[in-house]
């Protein structure tokens, strides 16, 4: 029933070999990629507004096109450095790779959380202003924002749980809609004014004047828009994502972006100064500029139900570059090794999953109100830039490559320009809730730490030298078939062996392939070795180890299909510390759940005690 279930929600299971027909090109790696960035000039004006206009009135205007620009020349920045960091580095990884490889661990962990936590914040504040661009259009359906973003929130996730494919093909065509009708608004709204001369008037009275413009005020205002850059390093996070060659790809992606960031944003900021919309919170600043330029007619209700739909559509930046940061962390042992395991259509499904999870958390204590979550949203974004920008600074200082001061001046200009921003962003947003990231970076940095100490510790407890060779004398005459369960060639394997030695002589070692780089590496390992006992592999196309198992226990040169009993030994580790458990896979559980089931099977179960 459940398998039918999930099926429906998310499609067959693929093969690993069909991944390469699971990856984007640049048409499809736009939206899917670039959607964050993208989307969020529909916010970011308004939150400049937000701070401008209760101060300085109808001036707001002038100062917010500045800090437009300003904004827009940050992205030209990022966007030459982000190029650099692709050439660099092609396995993805972004900012946590680049920081950890030329910075240290503790610099790429914190790059690391970072992007963790903006990642979590890029789905709930899109789909919170996606619920409010929606409410905006139907204001009775304000009451039930929250339900309504907890209800995107689950479609958004099944929709990436099917793989990257289907979900660029499911929510790419609405990330071109919204791009195209910002282009038709902002077309609009020039020509109406300027060669018709049409000045509506605002629709909401403005704030009366009660002080000038200061630099604090400026750079606060500056430090809000921020959040329209966010999402600009998911190319570089994503690289693996894309067609081959996946660089180049990649490269064509972000010269897109950085060119629709500009036009919409810059233009959406120019309508502002035109037709002078005021902040108000049942109505966003996009839908009184689209219903001055347009009425209250079909485009005005395009505009909200695309700009709805894009603000949605951008949590498909995170769920595209969250679970493939958590896999490279994985494999590196900074976080539960789970993370690094495809999912039945190719995705990287726990992360999704997750992801999911924390999303509709903030969701809940948040209230679905977006204005609270951004407070939290740029601070993480900035310090990720600034520590991958100091990375490659110092990468091409150190390598003295071909036209590394040319390079390198560049990093260090984007590595400048956004340590400034992060200040500004840090001391600005600090008592309106970037406190809260200050306190919880370090503690995801202290926990993957942990989890890294307890797999290096278990690593060592289970490391095998040439000298533990097992004595093949003490296999005993019996014929019984025994087969071993083999993962990985360690201590816990060779309890396993000494222990099967005292039931049979007839034994073999199985192992499923799931992974032909590490079953390379174990062929190595176990030729070196020299355990006394026949290697047999399996290759499972659909990364399933149960079905592989059984398969071969039935097949006719074991002896269970004759009514004889096979004994399946099974490696478990004892774990001295409940949460050490979420590090492990537990395959072992559901394997012998399946085993228990066949008659003529017998489980022997080993375990082998990690000591902290």
């Known amino acids: 029933m459940f398998s039918k279930l999930r099926e429906l929600l998310i499609g067959k299971t693929l093969k690993t ?17 670039s959607s964050d960035a993208v989307s969020s000039v529909a916010y970011a004006g308004e939150e ?56 240290g661990t503790i610099p790429g962990l914190t790059a690391g959380a970072s992007l963790t936590i903006d990642y979590i914040l890029t789905v709930a504040v899109s789909i919170c202003a996606g619920t409010a661009a929606l409410t905006s259009a139907v204001p009775s359906l304000l009451q039930h924002k929250v339900a309504i973003a907890l209800i995107m929130l689950v479609m958004i996730t099944i929709g990436n749980l099917r793989g990257v494919k289907e979900s660029s093909k499911l929510f790419g065509v609405p990330t071109y809609l919204f791009i195209s009708s910002c282009v038709i608004l902002i077309v609009t709204g020039i020509v109406r004014h300027f060669i018709f001369g049409y000045s509506p008037a605002p629709l909401y009275p403005l704030p009366q004047a009660i002080g000038d413009i200061t630099l604090f005020l400026f750079l606060r205002a500056f430090a809000s828009g921020c959040t329209a850059l966010s999402g600009v390093e998911a190319v570089s996070n994503g690289i693996p994502n894309f067609k081959e060659p996946s660089q180049k790809t990649a490269k064509s992606v972000l010269g897109l972006l950085a060119f629709l960031v500009f036009f919409i944003f810059g233009g959406l ?45 951008a949590a498909n930046t995170a769920y595209a570059g969250l679970p493939l940061l958590l896999s490279l962390m994985a494999q590196d042992g900074f976080v539960p090794r789970q993370f690094s395991q495809r999912g039945n259509r190719l995705s990287f499904s726990n ?7 924390a999303s509709a958390l903030l969701i809940i204590l948040f209230r679905a109100d977006t204005h609270l979550l951004l407070p939290l949203y740029a601070v993480g974004v900035f310090l990720s830039f600034t520590l991958s920008q100091v990375g490659m600074f110092l990468k091409w200082k150190r390598s003295k490559t071909l ?24 001391i600005t947003k600090f008592f309106h809730g970037a406190w809260l990231v200050c306190i919880i970076i370090p503690l995801l940095v202290y926990f993957m730490l942990k989890i890294k100490k307890h797999y290096t510790n278990v690593a060592e407890q289970l490391k095998l030298s040439l000298e533990q060779r097992p004595n093949n004398s003490a296999i005993t005459n019996n014929d019984q078939h025994v087969i071993i369960l083999l993962g990985s060639l360690n201590k816990s394997f060779l309890k396993s062996l000494n222990c099967s030695k005292c039931l049979s002589k007839n034994i073999v070692a199985f192992h499923v392939s799931t992974d032909p780089i590490a079953t390379e590496k ?37 002896a269970s299909k004759h009514g004889e009993t096979v004994t399946v030994v099974i490696s478990q580790f004892v774990i001295t510390k409940w949460w050490h458990n979420i590090l492990h896979n537990q395959t ?23 000591k902290e």
């Open 351 to 357: 992360g999704i999953i997750v992801l999911g999870a």
């Open 522 to 558: 174990l062929k190595r390992k176990w030729k070196e070795y020299n355990a006394g006992i026949p290697l047999i592999i399996e290759h499972s196309s659909y990364r399933d180890i149960i079905e592989p198992l059984m398969n071969f226990i039935e097949s006719e040169d074991r």
């Open 403 to 426: 036209g590394w001061k040319h390079k390198a001046f560049i990093n260090g200009l984007g590595a400048l320009v956004t340590f400034i921003t992060v200040i500004l962003i840090g």
């Open 17 to 33: 070999e069909e991944l390469e027909g699971e990856k984007l090109n640049v048409f499809w790696g736009l939206p899917i990629l």
């Open 48 to 103: 400049i507004l937000i701070v401008l206009i209760g101060v300085i009135g109808f001036m707001a205007y002038k100062y917010m096109f500045y800090a437009a620009l300003c904004i827009v020349v940050l992205l030209c920045i990022l966007v030459f450095s982000y190029r650099q960091t692709i050439d660099s580095y092609p396995s993805g990884g972004g900012s946590y790779i680049v920081a950890k490889d030329n910075l």
């Open 269 to 313: 900021s120019f309508l502002s100064t035109i037709y002078h919309p005021v902040p108000h919170p049942d109505v966003t600043v996009f839908a009184q500029i689209a219903q001055q330029v347009f009425g209250k007619n079909i485009m005005f209700y395009i505009m909200q139900i695309t700009t709805a739909l894009i603000l949605v559509m």
């Open 588 to 610: 072992g559980y559901f394997i012998k759940s399946m085993l228990y089931k066949n008659r003529n099977v017998a489980v022997l179960t080993v375990p082998y005690i990690i």
